[in-house]
């Protein structure tokens, strides 16, 4: 059996404004990266309860010409760094690198990435969850099945008073990564009691 045959739920994660914080002129060295206070406890908690974590970020500063790749590299390399030393585990890091004006498929609102996910990695996207700050972040859930979450840190009151989402709305809207892990785990908490239960009325 492949990787494509077994799909399982994962968790998306936006990562300015949902695991560090959001910056007007872009996060382009790794002084400039802070995280947001709970985010690398939040990730630990899910890995603790075996949930599958993606970043899916949109890093225009590289189309831009504000930073390189080698660049991008190195802050998710001391990111990953940090997260695995407090014993969470991002299984991977999916990013655009385009220019808005390139139109590409992988840049969110649009869905690429996590359509990769799920045809590379194996990955549920009707069981999965985005969280993210933006409603490009929700607009690309949406688009790809996912459950949304939108969290208040990052540029989350302003999508919350814009509502800018789109179509759909969020599923829920936590108060940092930290409110979101807890909501989700909730959730699929939830929906295996009921499974059990199904079984238990069928016998």
Known sequence: MTAQDRKEPAIFLD????ICENRPDHVKSWSEFVFIPGSVEALASLTRAKRR???VTNQSAIGRAMMTRRTLDDIHERMLDVVEGSGARIEAILVCP???DDKC???KPKPGLLRAAAAERGVDLEASFL???TGTDLRAGAAAGCRTILVRTGRGAETIRDRSW???APDFVADDLVDAAIWILAQEAIGRRARGRAEVTRK
């Open 131 to 133: 969280v993210g700050d």
């Open 15 to 18: 990562r300015d404004g949902v």
């Open 53 to 55: 974590v993606f970043v």
């Open 105 to 107: 498929e992988c840049r």
């Open 98 to 100: 385009h220019h808005p």
């Open 166 to 168: 789109g179509r759909r």
